[in-house]
Protein backbone atom coordinates (compact mmCIF):
# COMPACT_ATOMS: atom_id res chain seq x y z
CA UNK A 1 0.00 0.00 0.00
CA UNK A 2 1.68 3.65 -0.83
CA UNK A 3 1.59 6.37 1.77
CA UNK A 4 -1.34 8.03 -0.41
CA UNK A 5 -3.56 5.33 -0.62
CA UNK A 6 -2.74 4.57 3.44
CA UNK A 7 -3.67 8.43 3.65
CA UNK A 8 -7.23 7.90 1.44
CA UNK A 9 -8.01 4.75 3.35
CA UNK A 10 -7.30 6.65 6.80
CA UNK A 11 -9.82 9.68 5.55
CA UNK A 12 -12.56 7.06 4.19
CA UNK A 13 -12.25 5.43 7.37
CA UNK A 14 -12.30 8.54 9.85
CA UNK A 15 -15.06 9.58 7.83
CA UNK A 16 -17.21 6.45 8.16
CA UNK A 17 -16.47 5.71 11.51
CA UNK A 18 -15.08 8.20 13.83
CA UNK A 19 -16.95 11.23 12.10
CA UNK A 20 -17.08 14.25 14.98
CA UNK A 21 -20.66 13.94 16.27
CA UNK A 22 -22.76 16.72 16.38
CA UNK A 23 -22.96 17.74 20.27
CA UNK A 24 -25.87 16.50 21.45
CA UNK A 25 -28.67 19.21 22.31
CA UNK A 26 -28.61 20.14 26.04
CA UNK A 27 -30.38 21.58 28.41
CA UNK A 28 -29.98 22.62 32.07
CA UNK A 29 -32.18 21.01 34.32
CA UNK A 30 -32.73 22.24 38.05
CA UNK A 31 -32.88 19.51 40.55
CA UNK A 32 -35.29 21.37 43.24
CA UNK A 33 -35.16 19.87 47.03
CA UNK A 34 -38.56 21.27 48.45
CA UNK A 35 -37.91 20.24 52.65
CA UNK A 36 -40.67 19.33 54.46
CA UNK A 37 -42.15 17.75 57.53
CA UNK A 38 -45.57 15.41 56.68
CA UNK A 39 -47.74 17.85 54.80
CA UNK A 40 -46.26 20.81 56.08
CA UNK A 41 -43.24 22.85 54.50
CA UNK A 42 -40.64 22.64 56.81
CA UNK A 43 -39.21 25.82 59.10
CA UNK A 44 -36.30 25.42 61.04
CA UNK A 45 -37.24 26.06 65.13
CA UNK A 46 -40.42 25.02 64.86
CA UNK A 47 -42.10 22.10 66.40
CA UNK A 48 -43.74 19.16 64.74
CA UNK A 49 -44.93 16.02 66.53
CA UNK A 50 -43.80 12.35 65.71
CA UNK A 51 -45.85 9.98 68.17
CA UNK A 52 -45.80 11.48 71.89
CA UNK A 53 -42.62 13.71 70.76
CA UNK A 54 -42.36 17.08 69.67
CA UNK A 55 -38.90 17.72 67.72
CA UNK A 56 -37.43 20.91 66.37
CA UNK A 57 -35.36 20.97 64.04
CA UNK A 58 -31.90 23.13 64.39
CA UNK A 59 -29.77 22.09 61.66
CA UNK A 60 -30.11 19.91 58.46
CA UNK A 61 -27.18 19.77 55.77
CA UNK A 62 -26.27 16.77 53.99
CA UNK A 63 -24.02 16.19 51.09
CA UNK A 64 -26.03 15.17 47.58
CA UNK A 65 -23.06 13.08 44.97
CA UNK A 66 -22.99 11.64 42.28
CA UNK A 67 -26.10 12.85 40.94
CA UNK A 68 -26.88 10.37 37.72
CA UNK A 69 -29.82 10.41 34.85
CA UNK A 70 -30.98 7.49 33.21
CA UNK A 71 -32.63 8.48 30.09
CA UNK A 72 -35.60 6.01 28.37
CA UNK A 73 -33.63 5.18 25.72
CA UNK A 74 -31.56 3.77 28.51
CA UNK A 75 -28.26 5.97 28.01
CA UNK A 76 -26.69 7.87 31.22
CA UNK A 77 -25.65 11.08 32.23
CA UNK A 78 -23.48 11.72 35.27
CA UNK A 79 -23.17 15.39 36.99
CA UNK A 80 -19.60 16.61 36.49
CA UNK A 81 -19.62 18.39 40.11
CA UNK A 82 -19.12 15.41 42.30
CA UNK A 83 -20.58 17.17 45.53
CA UNK A 84 -22.97 19.48 46.48
CA UNK A 85 -23.83 20.28 49.46
CA UNK A 86 -27.29 21.03 51.33
CA UNK A 87 -27.92 23.31 53.78
CA UNK A 88 -31.81 24.25 55.36
CA UNK A 89 -31.51 27.60 57.05
CA UNK A 90 -33.18 30.95 57.18
CA UNK A 91 -32.20 32.10 54.22
CA UNK A 92 -33.23 29.09 51.94
CA UNK A 93 -36.45 28.44 53.06
CA UNK A 94 -36.15 24.65 53.40
CA UNK A 95 -35.80 24.81 49.27
CA UNK A 96 -32.32 23.59 47.88
CA UNK A 97 -31.30 24.12 43.99
CA UNK A 98 -28.67 22.12 42.51
CA UNK A 99 -28.18 23.04 38.48
CA UNK A 100 -27.12 20.02 37.01
CA UNK A 101 -25.51 21.34 33.82
CA UNK A 102 -25.78 19.94 29.89
CA UNK A 103 -27.75 17.40 29.88
CA UNK A 104 -28.74 16.04 26.59
CA UNK A 105 -32.67 16.67 25.60
CA UNK A 106 -33.95 13.33 25.90
CA UNK A 107 -36.51 12.02 28.19
CA UNK A 108 -35.70 11.04 31.13
CA UNK A 109 -36.30 7.55 32.90
CA UNK A 110 -34.54 7.47 36.31
CA UNK A 111 -32.53 10.01 39.04
CA UNK A 112 -30.33 8.27 41.09
CA UNK A 113 -28.01 10.39 44.14
CA UNK A 114 -25.63 9.10 46.79
CA UNK A 115 -26.32 11.04 50.32
CA UNK A 116 -22.39 11.46 51.85
CA UNK A 117 -19.09 11.23 50.28
CA UNK A 118 -17.98 7.86 48.40
CA UNK A 119 -15.74 5.62 49.99
CA UNK A 120 -12.54 6.92 47.60
CA UNK A 121 -12.70 10.47 48.99
CA UNK A 122 -14.03 9.54 52.47
CA UNK A 123 -10.37 8.57 52.77
CA UNK A 124 -8.36 11.15 51.10
CA UNK A 125 -8.19 13.48 53.77
CA UNK A 126 -9.70 17.39 53.91
CA UNK A 127 -10.52 18.19 50.17
CA UNK A 128 -11.31 21.16 48.37
CA UNK A 129 -15.02 22.63 46.84
CA UNK A 130 -18.04 21.61 49.47
CA UNK A 131 -15.85 18.99 50.76
CA UNK A 132 -13.51 21.77 52.14
CA UNK A 133 -13.57 21.24 56.72
CA UNK A 134 -15.09 24.78 56.50
CA UNK A 135 -18.52 24.03 55.76
CA UNK A 136 -18.28 21.72 59.44
CA UNK A 137 -19.03 18.75 57.82
CA UNK A 138 -15.05 17.20 58.21
CA UNK A 139 -14.51 14.65 60.80
CA UNK A 140 -10.81 16.44 61.81
CA UNK A 141 -10.27 13.60 64.07
CA UNK A 142 -10.49 10.48 61.65
CA UNK A 143 -10.24 12.33 58.92
CA UNK A 144 -13.39 11.70 57.11
CA UNK A 145 -16.59 12.76 56.30
CA UNK A 146 -20.20 13.88 57.79
CA UNK A 147 -22.58 12.43 55.03
CA UNK A 148 -25.43 14.51 56.89
CA UNK A 149 -26.00 16.42 59.78
CA UNK A 150 -30.25 16.72 61.92
CA UNK A 151 -29.96 18.26 64.92
CA UNK A 152 -32.55 19.56 67.45
CA UNK A 153 -34.53 19.54 70.50
CA UNK A 154 -37.13 16.91 71.17
CA UNK A 155 -39.73 16.77 73.98
CA UNK A 156 -42.54 14.97 75.39
CA UNK A 157 -43.24 17.64 77.87
CA UNK A 158 -42.87 20.44 80.04
CA UNK A 159 -40.60 17.61 82.38
CA UNK A 160 -39.37 16.00 79.21
CA UNK A 161 -37.00 18.09 77.14
CA UNK A 162 -33.96 17.16 75.27
CA UNK A 163 -32.04 17.14 72.32
CA UNK A 164 -31.19 14.93 69.60
CA UNK A 165 -27.92 15.04 67.05
CA UNK A 166 -27.26 12.41 64.23
CA UNK A 167 -24.12 12.89 62.84
CA UNK A 168 -23.50 10.03 60.15
CA UNK A 169 -20.93 9.19 58.12
CA UNK A 170 -18.27 6.30 58.15
CA UNK A 171 -18.71 4.08 54.25
CA UNK A 172 -21.40 1.52 55.37
CA UNK A 173 -23.46 4.36 55.81
CA UNK A 174 -23.09 5.52 52.23
CA UNK A 175 -26.82 5.02 50.83
CA UNK A 176 -28.08 5.94 47.62
CA UNK A 177 -31.40 6.85 46.02
CA UNK A 178 -32.97 5.43 43.11
CA UNK A 179 -36.06 7.56 41.55
CA UNK A 180 -38.36 6.75 39.55
CA UNK A 181 -38.98 9.60 37.43
CA UNK A 182 -43.26 9.87 36.25
CA UNK A 183 -43.61 9.29 32.31
CA UNK A 184 -45.51 12.61 32.22
CA UNK A 185 -41.88 14.85 32.80
CA UNK A 186 -40.94 15.94 28.84
CA UNK A 187 -38.31 15.67 27.32
CA UNK A 188 -38.17 19.23 27.73
CA UNK A 189 -38.18 19.98 31.07
CA UNK A 190 -35.70 22.05 32.91
CA UNK A 191 -36.70 21.50 36.17
CA UNK A 192 -36.72 18.19 38.49
CA UNK A 193 -38.61 18.33 42.11
CA UNK A 194 -37.87 16.26 44.71
CA UNK A 195 -39.92 16.49 47.76
CA UNK A 196 -37.91 15.47 51.17
CA UNK A 197 -40.20 14.50 53.76
CA UNK A 198 -37.82 14.41 57.15
CA UNK A 199 -40.09 13.16 59.62
CA UNK A 200 -39.15 9.82 57.53
CA UNK A 201 -35.46 10.11 59.15
CA UNK A 202 -37.25 9.17 62.84
CA UNK A 203 -38.97 6.49 61.52
CA UNK A 204 -38.00 2.68 62.55
CA UNK A 205 -34.95 2.57 65.15
CA UNK A 206 -34.55 5.95 65.57
CA UNK A 207 -38.12 6.44 65.80
CA UNK A 208 -38.84 3.94 68.48
CA UNK A 209 -35.37 5.32 70.31
CA UNK A 210 -37.39 8.61 70.31
CA UNK A 211 -40.29 7.24 72.18
CA UNK A 212 -38.88 5.25 74.45
CA UNK A 213 -36.46 7.83 75.77
CA UNK A 214 -36.10 8.00 79.36
CA UNK A 215 -36.83 11.78 80.57
CA UNK A 216 -34.37 14.36 79.75
CA UNK A 217 -32.59 12.05 77.62
CA UNK A 218 -30.42 12.98 74.77
CA UNK A 219 -29.72 11.05 71.59
CA UNK A 220 -26.90 10.61 69.94
CA UNK A 221 -26.43 8.95 66.58
CA UNK A 222 -22.66 8.86 64.95
CA UNK A 223 -21.51 5.05 64.66
CA UNK A 224 -22.67 1.99 64.94
CA UNK A 225 -26.35 -0.13 64.24
CA UNK A 226 -28.09 3.28 65.06
CA UNK A 227 -26.21 4.93 62.54
CA UNK A 228 -26.77 2.15 59.72
CA UNK A 229 -31.08 2.90 60.19
CA UNK A 230 -30.34 6.12 60.54
CA UNK A 231 -28.80 5.93 57.21
CA UNK A 232 -31.38 3.55 55.92
CA UNK A 233 -34.02 6.30 56.89
CA UNK A 234 -32.32 9.40 55.24
CA UNK A 235 -32.10 7.90 52.08
CA UNK A 236 -35.64 7.11 51.85
CA UNK A 237 -36.98 10.76 52.79
CA UNK A 238 -36.90 11.71 49.21
CA UNK A 239 -39.22 11.34 45.98
CA UNK A 240 -39.93 12.76 42.96
CA UNK A 241 -42.77 15.21 43.92
CA UNK A 242 -46.10 15.28 42.09
CA UNK B 1 7.34 70.23 60.17
CA UNK B 2 8.98 67.20 59.57
CA UNK B 3 5.61 66.02 58.31
CA UNK B 4 5.33 68.77 55.24
CA UNK B 5 8.99 68.10 54.41
CA UNK B 6 8.07 64.65 54.19
CA UNK B 7 4.88 65.24 51.71
CA UNK B 8 6.80 67.41 49.50
CA UNK B 9 9.36 64.62 49.03
CA UNK B 10 6.96 61.97 48.23
CA UNK B 11 7.59 61.97 44.75
CA UNK B 12 11.23 62.48 44.90
CA UNK B 13 10.66 59.07 47.45
CA UNK B 14 8.86 57.16 45.07
CA UNK B 15 11.38 57.25 42.42
CA UNK B 16 14.23 56.04 45.08
CA UNK B 17 12.22 52.66 45.50
CA UNK B 18 11.49 52.40 41.82
CA UNK B 19 15.39 53.05 41.63
CA UNK B 20 15.85 50.18 44.02
CA UNK B 21 16.90 52.46 46.57
CA UNK B 22 14.84 50.72 48.97
CA UNK B 23 17.58 49.17 50.81
CA UNK B 24 19.22 52.81 52.10
CA UNK B 25 15.69 53.17 54.23
CA UNK B 26 15.82 50.31 55.57
CA UNK B 27 14.13 48.03 53.58
CA UNK B 28 10.82 50.76 53.44
CA UNK B 29 10.63 54.13 52.22
CA UNK B 30 9.19 56.16 54.64
CA UNK B 31 6.42 59.09 52.57
CA UNK B 32 4.64 61.65 54.83
CA UNK B 33 4.47 60.94 58.36
CA UNK B 34 3.95 57.17 57.65
CA UNK B 35 6.30 54.29 56.57
CA UNK B 36 3.94 53.04 54.41
CA UNK B 37 4.41 52.74 50.92
CA UNK B 38 6.48 49.72 50.15
CA UNK B 39 8.04 49.33 46.77
CA UNK B 40 5.01 46.66 45.83
CA UNK B 41 2.60 48.64 44.22
CA UNK B 42 -0.90 46.89 42.51
CA UNK B 43 -2.50 43.50 42.29
CA UNK B 44 -1.93 42.28 46.02
CA UNK B 45 -0.16 38.30 45.73
CA UNK B 46 -3.07 36.76 48.46
CA UNK B 47 -0.79 33.75 49.54
CA UNK B 48 -3.56 31.23 51.31
CA UNK B 49 -2.15 29.15 53.45
CA UNK B 50 -2.68 25.57 51.88
CA UNK B 51 -5.17 23.49 54.48
CA UNK B 52 -7.26 27.04 55.01
CA UNK B 53 -8.70 26.00 50.86
CA UNK B 54 -10.84 28.63 48.80
CA UNK B 55 -13.67 28.90 50.81
CA UNK B 56 -13.77 33.37 50.89
CA UNK B 57 -14.84 35.46 48.06
CA UNK B 58 -13.12 38.67 47.51
CA UNK B 59 -15.81 41.34 46.55
CA UNK B 60 -15.28 42.06 42.81
CA UNK B 61 -15.67 46.03 43.65
CA UNK B 62 -13.04 45.58 45.76
CA UNK B 63 -10.13 43.66 44.23
CA UNK B 64 -6.93 43.64 46.86
CA UNK B 65 -4.48 45.66 45.88
CA UNK B 66 -0.70 46.95 48.06
CA UNK B 67 -1.74 50.61 48.10
CA UNK B 68 -4.87 49.46 49.33
CA UNK B 69 -4.23 47.32 51.92
CA UNK B 70 -1.48 50.09 53.39
CA UNK B 71 -4.35 52.50 53.14
CA UNK B 72 -6.34 50.14 54.84
CA UNK B 73 -3.51 49.19 57.40
CA UNK B 74 -2.89 53.81 58.10
CA UNK B 75 -7.44 54.10 58.65
CA UNK B 76 -7.05 50.78 60.69
CA UNK B 77 -4.88 53.15 63.76
CA UNK B 78 -5.94 56.60 62.27
CA UNK B 79 -6.96 58.38 65.81
CA UNK B 80 -8.57 60.69 63.37
CA UNK B 81 -11.56 58.45 62.51
CA UNK B 82 -12.75 59.16 66.05
CA UNK B 83 -15.00 61.92 67.56
CA UNK B 84 -11.81 63.33 69.65
CA UNK B 85 -8.82 62.09 67.74
CA UNK B 86 -8.15 59.48 70.83
CA UNK B 87 -9.65 56.13 69.43
CA UNK B 88 -8.89 54.18 66.34
CA UNK B 89 -9.97 50.51 65.48
CA UNK B 90 -6.25 49.42 66.66
CA UNK B 91 -7.08 50.50 70.00
CA UNK B 92 -9.04 47.40 70.85
CA UNK B 93 -7.82 45.58 68.54
CA UNK B 94 -3.99 45.88 69.26
CA UNK B 95 -1.53 43.39 67.87
CA UNK B 96 -0.22 42.11 70.53
CA UNK B 97 -2.99 40.75 72.19
CA UNK B 98 -4.01 39.27 68.63
CA UNK B 99 -6.00 42.44 67.86
CA UNK B 100 -7.91 42.33 71.26
CA UNK B 101 -7.60 43.98 74.23
CA UNK B 102 -7.57 42.16 77.32
CA UNK B 103 -10.51 44.02 78.80
CA UNK B 104 -14.09 42.39 79.18
CA UNK B 105 -15.44 45.92 77.58
CA UNK B 106 -13.53 47.93 75.72
CA UNK B 107 -12.75 51.43 76.26
CA UNK B 108 -14.99 53.69 74.10
CA UNK B 109 -15.09 57.41 73.61
CA UNK B 110 -14.84 59.91 76.37
CA UNK B 111 -14.45 57.39 79.04
CA UNK B 112 -17.63 55.11 77.74
CA UNK B 113 -17.64 51.28 77.71
CA UNK B 114 -18.98 49.09 74.99
CA UNK B 115 -21.24 46.56 75.52
CA UNK B 116 -19.40 43.60 74.16
CA UNK B 117 -16.15 42.38 74.50
CA UNK B 118 -13.80 42.88 71.87
CA UNK B 119 -13.68 40.54 69.20
CA UNK B 120 -9.78 39.15 68.55
CA UNK B 121 -8.85 39.35 64.58
CA UNK B 122 -7.20 37.10 61.96
CA UNK B 123 -8.34 35.20 58.85
CA UNK B 124 -11.23 37.46 58.65
CA UNK B 125 -10.93 36.44 55.04
CA UNK B 126 -13.32 33.36 55.53
CA UNK B 127 -15.73 34.88 57.71
CA UNK B 128 -19.11 36.29 56.34
CA UNK B 129 -20.88 36.73 59.43
CA UNK B 130 -19.25 39.80 62.03
CA UNK B 131 -20.06 40.85 65.82
CA UNK B 132 -20.60 39.00 68.77
CA UNK B 133 -24.11 38.77 66.99
CA UNK B 134 -23.39 38.33 63.58
CA UNK B 135 -25.23 41.52 61.69
CA UNK B 136 -22.99 42.58 59.77
CA UNK B 137 -22.42 40.17 56.85
CA UNK B 138 -18.76 41.77 54.85
CA UNK B 139 -15.87 43.22 56.00
CA UNK B 140 -17.06 46.61 54.01
CA UNK B 141 -20.11 46.46 56.28
CA UNK B 142 -18.68 46.17 59.17
CA UNK B 143 -15.91 48.86 59.03
CA UNK B 144 -18.19 51.59 59.17
CA UNK B 145 -20.20 50.55 61.97
CA UNK B 146 -18.01 51.17 64.99
CA UNK B 147 -16.90 54.45 63.63
CA UNK B 148 -20.50 55.47 63.90
CA UNK B 149 -21.05 53.75 66.97
CA UNK B 150 -21.43 56.71 70.03
CA UNK B 151 -19.92 54.06 72.65
CA UNK B 152 -17.07 53.53 70.42
CA UNK B 153 -15.32 56.43 67.70
CA UNK B 154 -18.53 58.43 67.32
CA UNK B 155 -18.45 59.85 64.11
CA UNK B 156 -21.24 60.04 61.40
CA UNK B 157 -19.63 59.25 58.04
CA UNK B 158 -19.85 62.71 56.68
CA UNK B 159 -17.82 64.24 59.49
CA UNK B 160 -15.36 61.10 59.23
CA UNK B 161 -15.06 61.81 55.43
CA UNK B 162 -14.75 65.38 56.03
CA UNK B 163 -11.75 64.81 58.40
CA UNK B 164 -9.78 62.83 56.27
CA UNK B 165 -10.36 65.12 53.05
CA UNK B 166 -9.04 67.84 55.14
CA UNK B 167 -5.76 66.19 55.80
CA UNK B 168 -2.98 66.56 53.51
CA UNK B 169 -1.92 63.22 53.85
CA UNK B 170 -5.66 60.63 52.82
CA UNK B 171 -6.65 62.62 49.27
CA UNK B 172 -3.96 61.67 47.21
CA UNK B 173 -3.62 58.02 48.75
CA UNK B 174 -7.15 57.58 48.07
CA UNK B 175 -6.31 58.88 44.36
CA UNK B 176 -3.97 56.46 44.17
CA UNK B 177 -6.16 53.25 45.53
CA UNK B 178 -9.98 54.25 44.11
CA UNK B 179 -8.97 56.73 41.43
CA UNK B 180 -10.45 60.04 43.14
CA UNK B 181 -9.03 61.89 45.61
CA UNK B 182 -12.76 62.32 46.59
CA UNK B 183 -12.73 60.40 49.87
CA UNK B 184 -15.92 57.93 50.31
CA UNK B 185 -17.33 56.15 53.32
CA UNK B 186 -17.61 53.47 51.14
CA UNK B 187 -13.90 53.95 50.10
CA UNK B 188 -12.49 54.14 53.47
CA UNK B 189 -14.65 51.00 54.31
CA UNK B 190 -12.72 49.11 51.18
CA UNK B 191 -9.26 49.89 52.16
CA UNK B 192 -10.14 49.15 55.75
CA UNK B 193 -11.43 45.73 54.79
CA UNK B 194 -8.58 45.08 52.10
CA UNK B 195 -6.17 45.49 54.91
CA UNK B 196 -8.09 43.21 57.38
CA UNK B 197 -8.18 40.26 54.69
CA UNK B 198 -4.43 39.99 54.84
CA UNK B 199 -4.19 39.71 58.15
CA UNK B 200 -3.92 35.79 57.82
CA UNK B 201 -2.62 34.03 61.38
CA UNK B 202 -1.13 30.51 60.23
CA UNK B 203 2.06 30.31 61.60
CA UNK B 204 1.00 28.89 65.23
CA UNK B 205 2.73 25.38 66.65
CA UNK B 206 -0.26 23.85 65.14
CA UNK B 207 -0.31 24.67 61.98
CA UNK B 208 3.48 24.22 61.71
CA UNK B 209 2.41 20.45 63.38
CA UNK B 210 -0.24 20.71 59.80
CA UNK B 211 2.42 21.44 57.82
CA UNK B 212 4.60 18.43 59.00
CA UNK B 213 7.23 21.23 60.66
CA UNK B 214 7.14 20.14 64.30
CA UNK B 215 5.42 17.21 66.51
CA UNK B 216 3.23 18.39 69.21
CA UNK B 217 3.52 17.12 72.52
CA UNK B 218 1.40 13.96 73.48
CA UNK B 219 -0.61 15.99 76.01
CA UNK B 220 -1.03 18.44 72.86
CA UNK B 221 -2.51 15.75 70.32
CA UNK B 222 -4.77 14.01 72.96
CA UNK B 223 -5.83 17.57 73.96
CA UNK B 224 -6.12 18.32 69.61
CA UNK B 225 -8.49 14.87 69.03
CA UNK B 226 -10.54 16.04 72.37
CA UNK B 227 -10.88 19.55 71.16
CA UNK B 228 -12.05 18.29 67.52
CA UNK B 229 -14.33 15.46 68.77
CA UNK B 230 -18.19 15.28 69.64
CA UNK B 231 -18.37 12.52 72.53
CA UNK B 232 -19.96 9.59 71.85
CA UNK B 233 -20.24 6.99 75.19
CA UNK B 234 -21.82 4.27 73.65
CA UNK B 235 -18.58 3.92 71.27
CA UNK B 236 -16.09 4.52 73.83
CA UNK B 237 -15.42 7.47 71.65
CA UNK B 238 -14.09 10.64 74.53
CA UNK B 239 -14.71 14.29 73.35
CA UNK B 240 -13.99 17.87 74.50
CA UNK B 241 -17.21 18.92 71.88
CA UNK B 242 -14.94 21.83 71.48
CA UNK B 243 -14.87 21.21 67.19
CA UNK B 244 -18.69 21.56 66.56
CA UNK B 245 -18.55 24.74 66.70
CA UNK B 246 -15.14 25.75 66.48
CA UNK B 247 -13.62 23.03 63.75
CA UNK B 248 -11.89 23.34 60.61
CA UNK B 249 -7.88 24.22 60.63
CA UNK B 250 -8.74 27.86 61.36
CA UNK B 251 -10.69 26.70 64.72
CA UNK B 252 -13.29 28.62 63.35
CA UNK B 253 -16.86 28.12 61.86
CA UNK B 254 -20.02 30.15 60.97
CA UNK B 255 -22.47 29.21 63.88
CA UNK B 256 -24.65 31.33 66.29
CA UNK B 257 -25.38 29.53 69.63
CA UNK B 258 -26.24 29.60 72.53
CA UNK B 259 -23.58 27.95 74.68
CA UNK B 260 -25.11 27.75 78.01
CA UNK B 261 -23.72 30.79 79.90
CA UNK B 262 -26.98 32.20 81.44
CA UNK B 263 -30.94 30.90 82.30
CA UNK B 264 -32.25 34.77 81.86
CA UNK B 265 -29.01 36.28 79.48
CA UNK B 266 -29.21 40.14 80.47
CA UNK B 267 -27.65 40.48 76.98
CA UNK B 268 -29.98 38.94 74.43
CA UNK B 269 -27.48 38.50 71.74
CA UNK B 270 -28.91 37.82 68.22
CA UNK B 271 -32.62 38.12 69.10
CA UNK B 272 -31.54 41.90 69.60
CA UNK B 273 -30.73 41.65 65.72
CA UNK B 274 -33.88 39.14 64.76
CA UNK B 275 -36.71 39.78 67.56
CA UNK B 276 -36.96 36.13 67.47
CA UNK B 277 -37.01 34.47 71.12
CA UNK B 278 -35.52 31.36 69.45
CA UNK B 279 -32.48 33.70 69.00
CA UNK B 280 -31.90 34.19 72.60
CA UNK B 281 -28.48 34.64 73.75
CA UNK B 282 -27.15 33.19 70.88
CA UNK B 283 -24.02 34.76 69.65
CA UNK B 284 -21.16 34.42 67.13
CA UNK B 285 -18.55 31.58 68.07
CA UNK B 286 -15.02 33.09 67.74
CA UNK B 287 -12.28 31.91 66.01
CA UNK B 288 -10.03 30.09 69.16
CA UNK B 289 -6.89 31.47 67.40
CA UNK B 290 -4.48 32.98 69.46
CA UNK B 291 -7.02 32.17 72.55
CA UNK B 292 -4.42 32.02 74.95
CA UNK B 293 -3.81 36.01 74.61
CA UNK B 294 -6.90 37.17 74.12
CA UNK B 295 -8.71 36.93 77.79
CA UNK B 296 -10.92 37.33 79.25
CA UNK B 297 -13.38 35.28 77.71
CA UNK B 298 -17.04 35.32 76.36
CA UNK B 299 -18.71 38.51 75.00
CA UNK B 300 -18.86 40.01 78.03
CA UNK B 301 -14.91 39.18 78.90
CA UNK B 302 -16.98 36.75 82.34
CA UNK B 303 -14.24 34.14 82.35
CA UNK B 304 -10.64 35.27 83.36
CA UNK B 305 -8.60 32.29 81.93
CA UNK B 306 -9.18 29.22 79.54
CA UNK B 307 -9.07 27.02 82.91
CA UNK B 308 -12.65 28.70 83.86
CA UNK B 309 -14.14 28.20 80.36
CA UNK B 310 -13.33 24.77 80.09
CA UNK B 311 -14.77 24.90 83.57
CA UNK B 312 -17.88 26.37 81.73
CA UNK B 313 -18.41 23.75 79.66
CA UNK B 314 -17.88 20.75 81.60
CA UNK B 315 -19.92 21.42 84.76
CA UNK B 316 -21.69 25.02 84.77
CA UNK B 317 -23.80 24.90 81.57
CA UNK B 318 -27.34 26.62 82.25
CA UNK B 319 -30.03 25.01 80.36
CA UNK B 320 -32.20 27.51 78.74
CA UNK B 321 -34.94 27.03 76.09
CA UNK B 322 -31.94 28.20 73.29
CA UNK B 323 -29.40 25.82 74.37
CA UNK B 324 -27.43 24.26 71.40
CA UNK B 325 -28.50 20.89 71.18
CA UNK B 326 -24.95 20.12 70.69
CA UNK B 327 -24.21 20.78 73.92
CA UNK B 328 -27.60 19.41 75.15
CA UNK B 329 -26.81 16.07 73.97
CA UNK B 330 -22.58 15.78 74.41
CA UNK B 331 -21.41 14.12 77.39
CA UNK B 332 -18.46 11.51 78.04
CA UNK B 333 -21.06 9.06 79.78
CA UNK B 334 -24.05 7.56 78.45
CA UNK B 335 -26.72 8.94 79.93
CA UNK B 336 -24.67 12.11 81.28
CA UNK B 337 -25.98 15.51 82.17
CA UNK B 338 -22.62 17.01 81.26
CA UNK B 339 -20.23 17.17 79.69
CA UNK B 340 -17.82 14.93 81.97
CA UNK B 341 -14.39 15.51 81.03
CA UNK B 342 -11.54 14.23 83.53
CA UNK B 343 -9.28 17.08 84.89
CA UNK B 344 -6.08 15.56 82.72
CA UNK B 345 -8.51 15.32 79.82
CA UNK B 346 -9.65 19.11 80.47
CA UNK B 347 -5.72 20.01 80.70
CA UNK B 348 -4.54 18.39 77.54
CA UNK B 349 -7.52 20.66 75.83
CA UNK B 350 -5.91 23.68 77.30
CA UNK B 351 -2.76 22.35 76.12
CA UNK B 352 -3.79 22.20 72.62
CA UNK B 353 -5.06 25.58 72.80
CA UNK B 354 -1.79 27.31 73.78
CA UNK B 355 -0.74 25.55 70.79
CA UNK B 356 -2.94 28.12 68.48
CA UNK B 357 -0.92 31.02 69.53
CA UNK B 358 0.60 32.56 66.59
CA UNK B 359 3.75 34.64 67.49
CA UNK B 360 5.07 35.68 63.99
CA UNK B 361 1.45 37.17 63.29
CA UNK B 362 1.26 39.15 66.40
CA UNK B 363 4.63 40.98 65.60
CA UNK B 364 4.48 40.76 61.76
CA UNK B 365 5.27 44.17 61.03
CA UNK B 366 2.82 44.62 57.90
CA UNK B 367 -0.06 44.85 60.61
CA UNK B 368 1.52 46.90 63.05
CA UNK B 369 0.57 50.51 63.79
CA UNK B 370 2.34 52.78 60.63
CA UNK B 371 2.05 55.80 62.84
CA UNK B 372 4.37 54.33 65.76
CA UNK B 373 7.58 54.06 63.69
CA UNK B 374 7.02 57.94 62.82
CA UNK B 375 7.25 58.77 66.60
CA UNK B 376 10.27 56.76 67.17
CA UNK B 377 11.99 58.58 64.29
CA UNK B 378 11.21 61.82 65.34
CA UNK B 379 12.66 60.82 68.78
CA UNK B 380 15.66 60.18 67.40
CA UNK B 381 15.94 63.26 64.68
Known amino acids: MTISTSILFLLVFRTLFINDPQPAPARDI ?10 EHLTLEKGYTVGNQVVTFTRLKYYVSNVTLRHADGTTWRDTEKYHLVEVDEETAAVATIKLKDVPLKKLAELKFSIGVDSVDNHSGDQEGVLNPDYGMFWMWETGYVFFKVEGYRASGEHDRGAFVYHVGRDNCFRTARL ?35 ANASISVMGGPKALEAADNFVKIFSIAR | MLRVFSYQLRSVLRCAATLGLAALFGGAIYVGDIDTITPQQGPYQLQVPVKFGPAFRIPDDNP ?53 STIPLSNLLWKFKFFWDGRASSLEEQALIPIQDSLEMHLTLDEAVSKLQNTRTYPPLFKQVFGSDQITAANIAKAISQFER ?17 QLTEQEKIGMDLFMTHPLPENKLRGGNCGDCHGSFKISLHGIHNNGLDLEPQDRGRELITGKVTDRGKFRAPSLRNIALTAPYMHDGRFQTLEEVVDHYNDHIQASAT ?15 SLLLTPAEKKAIIAFMKTLTDSTFITDERFSDPFIKVDKRKKKS
Open chain 1, 30 to 39: ELVIDHAFGP
Open chain 1, 180 to 214: EIPGDVTAQASTLRVAADVSGIFKGLVGQQLRESK
Open chain 2, 64 to 116: LTYEGIELGRMLFYEKKLSADNTISCGTCHQQSLAFSDGKAFSDGIRGSKTKR
Open chain 2, 198 to 214: VMISSNSRYDKFLRGEL
Open chain 2, 323 to 337: LDPLIIEASNQVGGK
